[in-house]
Each structure stands twice: as structure tokens, then as C-alpha cells.
């Protein structure tokens, strides 16, 4: 299984868009003047735009980048695939050489250490005049707005959804997936009871991301975030924060009841997801990307997904994970990029995300159709609009880095069943990590 947002673990992009900063701030507001005065910016460019996407998400690129060269005599895409945890790295040596390409596919929880230090075209106009704007994923239009302004688009969406197993909940008399925290932990204790090795839930107790990705969205489908305010003022939401005190309970029981498989304990995301596919856990809080997996080993009566819950009920979340669209403020060939952009967000390309492993970032293009023929990313695109992301600088900082604050909070709270000190240490830990990071 590729390595997707969840996995990184390089706290590269602010260190990297800081450095670079100091090399494109003179030149950045020139070239998006040039860029931006077009008149017919993004229609009927020219040239070449040279595209540097991520390995980690090539599935779409790859297929669509060969689709649009064999469609447009006049312009054409030049792809350069960057290696996991080196795309941010990578931009900002490009940009501090004065040699940036035209358009990036840029890990979206990146993107505002990019936008803060003006290394981005501001694309505000072309954004506002999309028809279907209001359907464009929330998350990643969040973290590509800085100041009110707009410097990318969502690209692909990445989703975490809570997987269960209609078989196993059925042997237990539950009627469906859980909605609030208390039915989590209940369905969890009722499908353990049947026993022969049956386990209530499972989740990557050894990756930090992995977590991030999965137990954040419940937060947030309840109400509440970790990170608040804007960058520069951030504040550590954690010690007075109910939902996160409730789902970290829910946890701590779990593991203490023994309701989740003892390898959990180890499971660093490599194998993630492996032990639900063997048909003897009821739920786990993962990635959509599962799916393939499932479809191959697993009889369709044995998995199941739906929105990952909030503490009292709702509509659920999700991660809102993926790339961004950005085009560099130094780019040669900004309208030919914003021509690629609107090609890779129409309804014919959005359609074909699910066949080439991702979720399309276009909420409108949910039709009876598309949930007959993808009834589980239909599921995950139904949430979309519901869903979310932490919008910081230090996000990697926070959460995905080894030994970071949250995983030290979350190992303190559900392994050591110390979930006041987690929270009090948590709360302190956060707000240092966002004071460094100048957040």
C-alpha cells in the first residue's frame, strides 16, 4: 500500500518555505501581477506546464496527465513525481533558485507555510469564478486560504472513514454502524463478547499520523479542534476540550478491556488495516484507500464503512487529507497550469478518482450513479462536506512527528489510563510546539 498523508512523518515544510522565503519575496508580487492581468488566463494556453506532483498520490496523476496530453494539441504537461516527505523540500530549493515549476500537487497540510511567506500566486479571482466553488472540499480550501485569500484548490482528496463488519455486528445484534462515542465503545464490548477471536475495534497504536488521521475528525464532527486562532496567535485547545477528553476514554477502555487486538500496541501503519481484513475485528477507524484491499480478500458482507462519529451524534467527519492544487508565484506558465486545474476539477476527470484510488474533491458529483458504481467512496464523499483538517503551520510539528506532543498525550491517556495528566502535559506540549513553530 502506498505511503499516504497519514505516514508522513517530515516536519519539513515550514523550516523549508521559511528558508526559501528570503529568495522569491522580492520577485513573487511581479510575477503575479504578470500572470494574474491576463485576459483570458487558464483558456487556450500554450506551451508546456511543467507538473510536480507527489509519488505517494501518482494514481490520478498519472492516469490523467497521459489522458490531457492525448487531448490537447497545444499544451502539455510535464510530470516529475517528488519522493515521499521531500515534495516541500524540493519546491523551496526550486523556488529559493528562481526555478519553480508551474504547478504543484502539493500535500494540502503543507500548503500554508507556502502561502504565509508569499511563495504562492494568489488565484482569488479564478477561484470565485468557478461555478461549482461552494462543492469544493472545505478542508482543502482551508488550508490554501491565508489572510482571506485563496492560493490553490483542492486536487485529491485522501479520507479516513470508519470501517466496520455488517456480518460481525449482525452476530451481535447490532442494528448498524455506531454515531456517538458511547455506541463505539458499546458495539466494541458486544462484538468481543461473541469471542473465537473476535476483537470490538483496532487502530495504529504506534503511528502517530495514523491516529491523527483517524481520532481528529471525531473531534471535530463534535464541535471542537486542538488548534485555535490564526497562525501567528495559535492556542493549544486541549485541557478543556470535552470531546477530545471523551474519545480518549473511549480508547483508554478499550485497550484496558482488552477490546482491541494486543499487536496494536506495535502497529507503526506498515500493516494497518491487515487484521480487519481477516474478518475477526468490528471496527477500525482508517483510510478509504483500504477499500481496494477489502474488495480483493474480503467477502462484500464483511466490510462496510461510514462516517467516522462525533461524540453525541451528527452527521460524522472525516480528515479532509490530500493535495492541493498551488501554482508558485514564479511560475512561466501560469495560465497554461490554471488551464490544467480546471481540466482535472470537471466532472468527466472527477468521475474517474475512485477507479484510480482516491476520492474526488467535487461534492456535486455524488449522483445515483456514482453511488451505484463506488458505494463506499460515495460514503466518504457524502462526508466530505462535513469534513475538516487543522489549519497551523506546525502541524507535522504537532501530530506526525515521532515522539510528538499528541502521541506522548495519546499513549499517557489510553496505555498509562492517566488521562488528566495526558491532558495537562498535552495542553502544555501543544502550546510550546505552536509558540516554536511561530504559529
Not at 7 to 15: D, G
Not at 75 to 98: C, D, F, M, W, Y
Not at 396 to 405: D, E, K, R, T
Request: charged share 15%.
Amino acid at each position: 500500500m502506498r505511503a499516504r498523508q497519514w505516514k508522513s512523518l517530515a516536519a519539513t515544510a515550514a523550516s523549508a518555505a521559511l528558508v526559501a522565503g528570503s529568495a522569491f519575496a522580492a520577485g513573487s508580487a511581479s510575477a503575479s501581477a504578470r500572470s494574474t492581468g491576463h485576459s483570458a488566463f487558464g483558456v487556450n494556453a500554450t506551451g508546456t506546464v511543467t507538473l510536480w506532483a507527489r509519488s505517494a498520490t501518482d494514481g490520478v496523476t498519472n492516469a490523467l496527465v497521459k489522458k490531457f496530453n492525448a487531448t490537447h494539441a497545444n499544451l502539455k504537461i510535464q510530470l516529475h513525481l517528488t519522493q515521499p516527505n521531500e515534495a516541500a523540500s524540493q519546491l523551496a530549493t526550486a523556488i529559493r533558485a528562481g526555478d519553480a515549476p508551474d504547478l504543484v500537487g502539493l500535500n494540502d497540510i503543507n500548503v500554508p507555510a507556502f502561502s504565509k511567506v508569499g511563495a504562492l500566486m494568489n488565484i482569488t479571482k479564478y477561484v470565485n469564478a468557478l461555478p461549482y466553488k461552494k462543492s469544493l472540499s472545505p478542508g482543502h480550501m482551508r488550508l490554501a486560504q491565508f489572510n482571506g485569500k485563496d492560493f490553490g484548490v483542492p486536487y485529491l482528496a485522501d479520507l479516513s472513514v470508519l470501517w466496520y463488519n455488517p456480518k460481525l455486528f449482525k452476530e451481535a445484534g447490532i442494528a448498524g454502524p455506531p454515531k456517538t462515542f458511547a455506541a463505539m465503545l458499546s458495539d466494541a464490548k458486544k462484538i468481543h463478547a461473541l469471542g473465537h477471536g473476535n476483537y470490538g475495534l483496532s487502530f495504529a497504536g504506534d503511528c502517530q499520523g495514523c491516529l491523527g488521521f483517524t481520532m481528529l475528525p471525531s473531534i471535530w464532527a463534535s464541535g471542537q479542534h486542538l488548534i485555535t486562532g490564526p497562525l501567528g496567535k495559535q492556542k493549544a485547545n486541549v485541557i478543556h476540550n470535552a470531546p477530545l477528553k471523551a474519545l480518549l476514554n473511549v480508547y483508554a477502555q478499550i485497550w484496558k478491556d482488552k477490546l482491541a487486538p494486543h499487536a496494536d500496541l506495535a502497529q507503526s501503519g506498515t500493516t494497518w488495516g491487515d487484521d480487519f481484513a481477516k474478518g475477526n475485528v468490528g471496527m477500525l477507524p482508517g483510510d478509504y484507500g483500504f477499500v481496494t484491499k477489502y474488495l480483493g480478500h474480503m467477502p462484500k458482507n464483511e466490510f462496510a464503512d461510514a462516517p467516522l462519529p462525533g461524540m453525541n451524534g451528527g452527521p460524522g467527519s472525516t480528515f479532509d487529507g490530500g493535495d492541493d492544487f498551488v501554482i508558485p508565484a514564479g511560475a512561466k506558465n501560469a495560465s497554461g497550469a490554471w488551464e490544467v486545474v480546471k481540466w482535472f476539477l470537471a466532472t468527466a476527470q472527477q468521475k474517474q478518482y475512485p477507479a484510480l484510488g482516491d476520492t474526488p474533491v467535487r461534492s456535486d458529483v455524488l449522483s445515483p450513479t456514482f453511488l451505484k458504481q463506488y458505494p463506499y467512496d460515495a460514503v466518504a464523499l457524502r462526508t466530505l462536506k462535513h469534513g475538516s483538517v487543522e489549519y497551523t503551520l506546525a502541524y507535522n510539528q504537532v501530530f506526525n512527528a515521532p515522539g510528538s506532543p499528541w502521541m506522548k498525550m495519546f499513549s499517557e491517556a489510553v496505555y498509562n489510563h492517566n488521562l488528566s495528566g495526558a491532558l495537562s502535559s498535552g495542553q502544555a506540549s501543544i502550546q510550546s510546539t505552536l509558540d516554536s513553530a511561530g504559529s
